[in-house]
């Protein structure tokens, strides 16, 4: 069996389903770009424990698409600080004139506010499984779905790993639970620094009083610390952040995820792009990988729509130009979220105290700590 379509995209989780959007809106036909995902959107968020950061940039793109969630949690202030070190550096909104730094929100609420979108759009979405590529030309791409062939001029791989040409084992594991503060602080995010990993506490949607907790450690702690009851991981938790929203209390499963730096050095490969995970998994500093892939996103919908109104023009031309524009933004992510794990975690006292003093810099200068926010907000600019 054999369909024909303008665009296949590989992958319907945010990055996928946004991209597809974004092009419907500019389409003649949205019926001839295809959404290809594993299986219904529904079933495949389901029982899916992550909440997502999204900064200030990530809410302007999916107001846009009315695809904004409808349950999410402000970020107004981010604390950021390193155990056993001076120096700390206090981040709030009204230094940048934006209503909130960031929202987190749940990935199930995500995936239905987008799904529910994508089901008006006019957008041909095809559960039918895992897909892949089984060949390219000059002048398409052939691409398997389950037992269905589909021919495309392009396709757009948005899930999956990415290709290693750049590679790095942090020797950490993610450590995901939800807790509730005795003492909470509205609207406040907390990223702190120890010797095994960043410790952050993000604002539940979903719960007054409660925050999502990624703990990055070495794969023994993070084992230990999902094999502790309730009771005894609180009090590793407290132990580890300290009394700034008094006693956290956990609840509910942990679960845990190996973490690794993964990048592809080119996103355009003839008429394949690779966007989203696909093309870079990024350590979750600072929670910028889903950010960068909506980035990603609306940069290629950006320069794909001449194409999609006049289909004759070149369209390799218009891929190497999105590919060089992106470039500066991806490296310049993947760089800062690649080192601030690192420095903080050498266990070298001169090392981290410096980057204490850092801290201490960015928190009395607007001045140096305006760049580093804005890149946080918006990403790099080409």
Not at 245 to 261: C, I, K, N, Q, Y
Request: with cysteine; charged share 15%.
């Amino acid at each position: 069996m054999t369909s024909d379509y303008d665009i296949a995209i590989l992958g319907g989780g945010p990055v996928g389903q946004t991209m597809a959007l974004l092009l419907a809106a500019h389409a003649p036909n949205p019926a001839r770009i295809a959404l290809l995902t594993a299986m219904p959107a529904p079933a495949a968020a389901a029982g899916d424990p992550r909440v997502l950061a999204m900064n200030h940039g990530s809410r302007v793109l999916l107001d846009g698409l009315t695809a904004w969630p409808a349950r999410t949690a402000s970020i107004d202030t981010i604390h950021v600080s390193q155990r056993g070190r001076l120096g700390r550096a206090v981040i709030r909104h009204g230094d940048f004139g934006v209503p909130a730094l960031g929202y987190v929100t749940a990935y199930t609420a995500l995936h239905d506010a987008l799904s529910q979108r994508l089901a008006d759009s006019g957008v041909t979405v095809l559960p039918l499984g895992p897909a892949q590529i089984d060949h390219r030309d000059p002048d398409g791409v052939t691409v398997r779905q389950g037992e269905t062939s589909l021919r495309a001029a392009l396709a757009i791989q948005c899930d999956g790993r990415a290709r290693d040409d750049v590679k790095r084992d942090y020797g950490q594991h993610a450590v995901l639970a939800t807790v509730r503060a005795s003492l909470p602080r509205s609207g406040w995010a907390w990223e702190r620094f120890t010797q095994g990993g960043p410790l952050a506490l993000l604002p539940h949607p979903d719960i007054a009083g409660g925050y999502s907790v990624v703990w990055c450690c070495a794969p023994e702690h993070a084992a230990a610390l999902q094999a502790m009851d309730a009771h005894g991981f609180s009090a590793a938790l407290n132990a580890a952040f300290g009394t700034r929203m008094g006693t956290l209390t956990a609840s509910g499963e942990r679960h845990v995820f190996p973490l690794t730096l993964s990048m592809r050095r080119e996103q355009v490969e003839g008429r394949v792009v690779t966007i989203g995970n696909a093309a870079q998994s990024l350590h979750p500093v600072a929670g910028q990988g889903l950010n960068l892939g909506l980035r990603d996103a609306a940069a290629l919908s950006i320069a794909l729509s001449p194409w999609q109104a006049a289909p004759a023009i070149p369209v390799e031309a218009i891929l190497k130009r999105f590919a060089e524009s992106r470039r500066a933004d991806r490296w310049t992510t993947a760089g800062l979220t690649d080192l601030m794990p690192r420095a903080f975690a050498t266990g070298v006292a001169p090392i981290e105290h410096a980057c204490g003093v850092a801290l201490l810099a960015l928190d009395l200068s607007a001045t140096l700590r305006r760049p580093l926010a804005r890149h946080l907000l918006f990403g790099r600019r080409a």
